[in-house]
T-cell receptor, first 117, second 115 residues
Framework: DTAVSQTPKYLVTQMGNDKSIKCEQN?????MYWYKQDSKKFLKIMFS???????INETVPNRFSPKSPDKAHLNLHINSLELGDSAVYFC????????????????FGPGTRLTVL | QKEVEQNSGPLSVPEGAIASLNCTYS??????FFWYRQYSGKSPELIMS????GDKEDGRFTAQLNKASQYVSLLIRDSQPSDSATYLC???????????????FGTGTLLAVQP
């Protein structure tokens, strides 16, 4: 069973389009995250949600809007796509984001490679 | 100053040798430290976590933490070609005035194990 899954795996689209990436985890975790990994392989957090509540919102353009319908799902919608949005987007989850250190261990989905032409 | 620093490599070691990967971090109050392995085109995979000063061993992997020196390392004994990957150091650091934590990643060290 896949613990953290993402769809689609690949996304190729034109500049200016709107697209969504979906993420689901079946680990029973309370916290989910979106990360962006750029062409230099640097992995940076974008958002985190704890039990459907937005907790971390890094300096990300307003064109990026996460949505968590329940604690097992976290989706990312991107409006007006730009060339610079091309990257691999990873979803991750952890049991919690505070408390016991072990609860902060994050597990990653397979990633979505977004290419904006 | 980068929050989590790693040597980008590549670190090349012969098969069977010990690979030593190092990481330094800037936030003195960080409490949780993680090593992820990322194969090319794949997602990061958690291989070690360490929370207390000293060594933690798991199979061929040993994580070492020195909070006073703000230094974390990963040793891989009996390195195999299948260990060839990018190793990411991640540090859990306080965010938003201490209201929550977030994971800060280093840029990764590329390890190449030569058969």
């Amino acid at each position: 069973d896949t613990a953290v899954s993402q769809t689609p795996k690949y996304l190729v689209t034109q500049m200016g389009n709107d697209k969504s990436i979906k993420c689901e985890q079946n680990l029973g975790h309370d916290t989910m995250y979106w990360y962006k990994q750029d062409s230099k392989k640097f992995l940076k957090i974008m958002f985190s949600y704890n039990n459907k509540e937005l907790i971390i919102n890094e300096t990300v353009p307003n064109r990026f809007s996460p949505k968590s319908p329940d604690k097992a799902h976290l989706n990312l919608h991107i409006n007006s796509l730009e060339l610079g949005d091309s990257a691999v987007y990873f979803c991750a989850s952890s049991q919690d984001m505070g408390g016991l250190a072990e609860y902060n261990e994050q597990f990653f989905g397979p990633g979505t490679r977004l290419t904006v032409l | 100053q980068k929050e989590v620093e790693q040597n980008s490599g590549p670190l090349s070691v012969p098969e069977g040798a010990i690979a030593s990967l190092n990481c330094t971090y800037s936030d003195r109050v960080s409490q949780s430290f993680f090593w992820y392995r990322q194969y090319s085109g794949k997602s990061p995979e958690l291989i070690m976590s360490i929370y207390s000063n000293g060594d933690k061993e798991d199979g061929r992997f040993t994580a070492q933490l020195n909070k006073a020196s703000q230094y974390v390392s990963l040793l891989i004994r009996d390195s195999q070609p299948s260990d060839s990957a990018t190793y990411l150091c991640a540090v859990n650091t306080q965010a938003y005035g201490g209201a929550t934590n977030k994971l800060i990643f280093g840029t990764g060290t590329l390890l190449a194990v030569q058969p």
